[in-house]
């Protein structure tokens, strides 16, 4: 038996009236808002069995199912005082049992059929030729969007390719906004309390979404994430860490006691109260995108401008300040070296944009206080070993210092950045795949171990590519590419030992990492070196 399933697209559904959600400008597609499955039998004899349980609020309230007018093969599931309605169609007869839709046949050599699970005004198919054309439409609709891109002709490009798809399904089309991933509470330890809700649009992956996007060709959905991150800071006088992916301010974290996780895990969280965190990396990631943007665009818009001042302003103003950092630790605030650097980054992008504009009395201020914050994060931020540290306070390592080559804030060749990278590949990895950091020495308020963060280890790839070690950025990559899942897809973290993939899934973050570590070690084959950040 071939069972097939899919998100259907569609051609652009709304020429009659406005969608109601869309603010960047709609393509030609839209999505169908309908989950479809087919099957066929190949040979000999199956039995097939339909089974739909939806239940509403987050598992506290079941369905009621009634029939349509399609009689035995259409049927509603509702639920009082909730604003949605789903809507099952199938050429199989339905039943009800309590909150549950099924439906039963014996399929022969040669036999179909579908089911289609839809959420949305627009009618689903009826029949199951018309379910193979929308099947067949959706996928050749993926191909041309692929056909858009510029891969390497290199034997990891299909890791590329797949990870432009992830990145592209994890994009609220209506406002560009690129999600962290696609579930919540997926457990980052079996069994532990490190079980976070990712459904959201986090600032910080804004200048590694518009490198990868840019680099592999896909400039309208960079443009479109770029003009969320417009929207907001437009908006917001001062920018949280994290949005819904309409703009959303107000994401307050509930744990849901009435639900297991995955593997039994607990707590099982909606909402990140991290929303509230004061991490000062996030100006850095704002002026990068825009001085991506603007080097993308060969110009700068007189109405970026003021809101990018605002931004460097923000980076000036709290720069000496403790906060959470990148890794949004729940202990107590510390002066972390990742948090300066990417304040840094902000007041040396704004510098460089103020000169594009030719306003030399704000370029100077901007960049007198980012040698100010060089001078003090190389003055507190570094051991006696001459190796970059977690925070001011601790000569513990922090995998978040291997960006220090890669935004550029010391050239590759300088022994400090060697010796941060080599220290973090030989004294922060487990079986050659980096942590976060180690839990011992680290406040972060929660118990119990994690994995390797894989984001982490394609940082390393890079790092090792800036300062020459070819053969070790090649082989970790490799290693890396080995652990994709069977559609080349990744979670947040891996456990080094059995390789399974731990954490959300599949990860925004994650897949902007393996396109600059690819990016990185083919473009070294090649005699050229890469840089998201490169001057």
């Known amino acids: 038996m071939i069972v097939r399933d899919l998100l259907v697209i569609g051609p652009w ?12 400008a709609p393509t030609d597609y839209d999505a169908d808002h309908l989950l479809l ?17 939806p239940m509403f609020d987050y598992g506290r309230r079941a369905a009621t199912w009634s029939h349509t007018d399609r009689r035995y093969h259409q049927a509603l599931a509702r639920c009082d005082g909730v604003d949605l309605e789903l809507r099952l169609t199938t050429d199989m007869r339905l039943g009800f049992e309590g909150g549950r839709a099924t439906a039963r046949t014996m399929l022969k050599e040669g036999d179909q059929r579908f089911c289609a699970l839809t959420w949305s005004q627009h009618d689903p198919p009826y ?39 992830t990145l592209k399904g994890l994009t609220f089309a209506p406002t560009g906004a690129l999600v962290a991933a696609a579930t919540t509470s997926l457990p980052e330890t079996p069994g532990g309390e490190r079980n976070w809700d990712y459904r959201y649009s986090w600032i910080r992956d804004s200048a590694f979404a518009l490198w990868g996007l840019h680099t592999l060709g896909f400039d309208w959905e960079a443009d479109d994430f770029f003009c969320f991150i417009y929207d907001v800071a437009d908006r917001d006088e001062e920018l949280q860490v994290m949005y819904g992916v309409d703009g959303e301010t107000q994401l307050d974290e509930q744990i849901l006691d009435h639900l297991r996780g995955y593997d039994g895990a607990r707590p099982v969280r909606v909402g990140n109260a991290a929303y509230k965190q004061r991490q000062h990396d996030v100006w850095g990631a704002v002026l990068d995108s825009f001085y991506i943007h603007t080097r993308s665009q060969d110009r700068l818009d007189d109405r ?29 605030p510390k002066h972390f070296t990742s948090s300066k650097l990417m304040c840094w980054v902000a007041a040396d992008r704004g510098a460089r944009l103020a000169r594009l504009r030719e306003d030399a009395e704000l370029a ?47 050239p590759p060749d300088d ?51 800036e300062i020459g070690e070819r053969q070790r950025a090649r082989q970790l990559c490799e290693k890396l590419l080995s652990f994709a899942s069977p559609l080349d897809l990744y979670a947040e973290e891996l456990d080094p030992r059995s390789g399974r993939h731990l ?33």
């Not at 499955?37 to 349980?53: F, S, W």
């Not at 201020?365 to 306070?393: L, S």
Request: negative net charge; proline residues 3%.
């Open 13 to 24: 559904h709304h020429e009659e009236e406005l969608s109601g959600t869309h603010r960047r």
């Open 37 to 53: 499955r087919t099957v066929r039998c190949v040979n000999g004899e199956v039995q097939v069995m339909v089974d739909c349980e």
């Open 127 to 165: 029949n199951f030729e018309d379910a193979y054309l929308r099947l067949v439409w959706t996928a050749h609709h993926w191909q041309h969007w692929l056909a858009r891109g510029h891969f390497p002709d290199h034997p990891w490009r299909n890791h590329l390719r797949r990870s432009a798809l």
């Open 304 to 332: 970026v401008w003021s809101i990018l001042q605002r931004q460097v302003d923000c980076a000036l103003k709290y720069w000496r300040e403790p906060d959470q950092g990148i890794w949004e630790v729940r202990g107590d």
């Open 364 to 410: 100077q201020r901007w960049q007198a206080a980012a040698d100010e914050m060089h001078a003090d994060i190389c003055a507190h931020g570094v051991d006696e070993r001459g190796v970059f540290v977690q925070h001011y306070d601790t000569d513990a390592l922090d995998a978040s210092l291997l960006l220090i080559p890669l935004v550029r804030f010391l």
């Open 415 to 465: 022994s400090r950045v060697r010796a941060t990278v080599l220290a973090i590949a030989d004294e922060l990895t487990v079986d050659g795949l980096v942590l976060r950091y180690r839990v011992k020495e680290t406040d972060d308020g929660l118990s119990g171990e994690e994995g390797s963060f894989t984001i982490c280890s394609f940082w390393l790839v890079s790092a090792l590519a």
């Open 503 to 535: 954490g959300n899934f599949p990860q925004a973050f994650t897949h902007l990492a393996l396109i600059n570590a690819v990016m990185h070690v083919i473009r070294d084959e090649e005699g050229q070196m890469v840089s998201p950040f490169a001057r």
